[in-house]
């Protein structure tokens, strides 16, 4: 069975407009030369065993921070996709699709069910 309408329901208008996603300026790694990493190595090999204690110190923290924020990304991910369902319903009357994506889609069939 097909319905075909000509015109949009009245609800949601919003959901008929064009969408058009906002370009984001591509990322560029900056330049990093043989000369560029000499000069670095030489700066280093300049200070004293405390500066560079200091900066071992400090890098390494840096680089715990960043380990345990990819880990809580991660886990936040792997939760996501575990628990999330997609969905496409109907409305009743009106032939609607609803789609969707939900985490819990038993709450989210009941929600259909009495809007509906």
Known sequence: MVIRSDKAPDQNQDAYKRFVAPKKEEYKFP?????DISDFVTK??????KDLQKFAIALLCSHSQTLSRIEQ???????KLVNTQN?????????LL????S???DNRLRTHRRND
């Open 73 to 79: 990304l991660e886990k936040l991910l792997v939760e």
């Open 44 to 49: 280093l090999d300049s200070k004293d065993s």
């Open 103 to 105: 985490e819990n889609i």
């Open 98 to 101: 609803k789609i969707g994506y």
């Open 87 to 95: 969905y496409l319903l109907t409305h009743k009357s009106r032939m």
């Open 31 to 35: 330049e990093i030369s043989q000369k």
